[in-house]
């Protein structure tokens, strides 16, 4: 579903009416409204989208001074990159004098930012270094022109943006995750894969789908054959319960079970969600893989396997499976009101080398069939979702209870 016809009846007051309506019918999926309506989607960039902290790359694609990468969220361009002191720094990709997008190349290696259009030259850091003849207008002073910025925190070699420049600080919240993570090095890791997935579907609908595992026995058979979550705790207490008692021991990692849980409205602050957790894997089953055999070398202080897998989240979009051997992160970005980039990165230690010690096609292998599997169903979801016929129905009381969580959260925000 690419195009829904605007309806010239929606405003602002009419979606807090149905936000007042929808909060009124906890445990019941969102009305067709919330993924059809413009209004909703503007609002939701406003006040969710640009006010919250994404992931938006990993150190390594920075490394040398003048390294930069962009990042798309919206219809808005963002620039991240290393400054000449070696710091991370980003910006708006807006020229200060009329607009113009200044750098066009997704990423590269610059001195300077130079805007096609009049030609004002903008370091890296984004402060205004030239404007061509501007010393004409009496009282021009560059320093008034600078980039604007975006809000940044590095997090284990992960960089985060905000572009609420009020935002506060991310870094305090994962820190709450120092401890499980502390084994995988992250800030050490290397890409091995990454991908991005064009999903037609609005970013509700992508990340709820992400946030429930009721669908995974019908919808993703390789992934649930190995991972305990697709069915209920009752079932897969003594799997987990095992895996728990043998984890540092087989690690090597103390603590590498712990559990954090500070999420949507338990967050520590407003988009600054912070959540692990480690479930097991059934029996024989090492990591996420086509047989769940290895596809690399241990990561960071891993010693061995213990059949288990951690699951991350950082931020409201951004998500993290993380296997002895590999991790795969997960972030959600909308590009529209019914297009949503899904973008996946599978990280490896950081001295593995491909070819000698990984496949990067063995790697991505499960999450990405089980992407294509997501994908295939969203689209699905979209169609029918977006139909004026649509009664939504009730929520699943545990397998669907974080998406309730996200939907309750997600209308106090629209509210604000
Ligand atoms: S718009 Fe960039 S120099 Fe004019
Ligand atoms: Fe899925």
Same mark, same amino acid.
């Given at each position: 579903m690419k195009v829904i016809a605007t309806d010239v009846n929606d405003n602002v007051a009419r979606m807090k009416e149905m936000v007042a309506e929808q909060q009124k019918k906890s445990g019941v999926a969102a009305d067709p409204y919330f993924y059809r309506s413009h209004v909703t989607y503007e609002q939701e960039l406003s006040n969710i989208i640009f006010k919250s902290w994404l992931y938006a790359g990993h150190i390594s694609q920075v490394p040398n001074n003048g390294d930069y990468f962009l990042m798309d969220i919206g219809e808005d361009s963002i620039i991240v990159s290393r400054d000449q002191n070696g710091e991370i720094q980003s910006q708006h990709n807006? &020229?200060? =004098?009329? $607009? +113009?997008? !200044? &750098?066009?190349? *997704?990423s590269g290696n610059r001195k300077t930012f130079v805007c096609p259009y009049h030609g004002w030259v903008y370091n890296t850091d984004g402060s205004l270094k030239a404007a061509r003849h501007m010393d004409a207008l009496e009282g021009f002073d560059c320093s008034d022109y600078n980039l604007k910025k975006v809000k940044v925190n590095v997090y284990k070699g992960m960089i985060f943006i905000n572009c609420d420049i009020n935002a506060e600080e991310f870094l305090p919240s994962l820190q709450k995750l120092d401890i499980p993570f502390s084994g995988y090095h992250m800030e050490n890791a290397k890409i091995a894969q990454k991908k991005t997935y064009k999903v037609d579907a609005n970013w509700k609908l992508v990340l709820e789908n992400y946030l429930e595992c009721y669908h995974c026995a019908t919808s993703h058979r390789q992934y649930a054959k190995m991972h305990?979550?697709?069915?209920l705790a009752c079932n897969t207490d003594s799997l987990n319960q095992a895996m728990h008692e043998r984890s540092a021991e087989a690690t090597g990692?103390?603590?590498?079970a712990n559990e954090v849980w500070a999420i949507y409205?338990? +967050? *520590? =602050? @407003?988009? $600054?969600c912070v959540y692990t957790s480690r479930y097991a894997l059934y029996d024989g089953f090492k990591t996420g893989s086509q047989d769940g055999q290895? !596809? +690399? *070398?241990?990561? $960071?202080? @891993?010693?061995?396997?213990?059949g288990g897998v951690g699951d991350y989240q950082m931020g409201p979009l951004t998500f993290m499976l993380n296997y002895p051997d590999h991790c795969v992160l997960y972030r959600f970005v909308p590009r529209g009101l019914t297009e949503t980039d899904m973008e996946i990165i599978w990280f490896v230690n950081g001295d593995a080398e491909e070819g000698a010690d990984y496949n990067p096609e063995k790697v991505s292998w499960l999450w990405h069939h089980t992407t294509l599997e997501d994908e295939f169903i969203i689209m699905r979801n979209s169609a029918g979702v977006n139909s004026r016929f649509f009664e939504p129905g009730p929520y699943h009381p545990e397998f669907e209870e974080i998406s309730m969580q996200f939907v309750a959260w997600y209308l106090d925000a629209l509210a604000r």
């Open positions: 807006i &020229c200060r =004098h009329r $607009g +113009a997008r !200044v &750098c066009e190349e *997704p305990t979550l697709k069915d990692i103390d603590g590498v409205d338990d +967050a *520590p =602050h @407003f988009g $600054g290895p !596809v +690399a *070398p241990l990561m $960071g202080d @891993f010693k061995g396997y213990d």
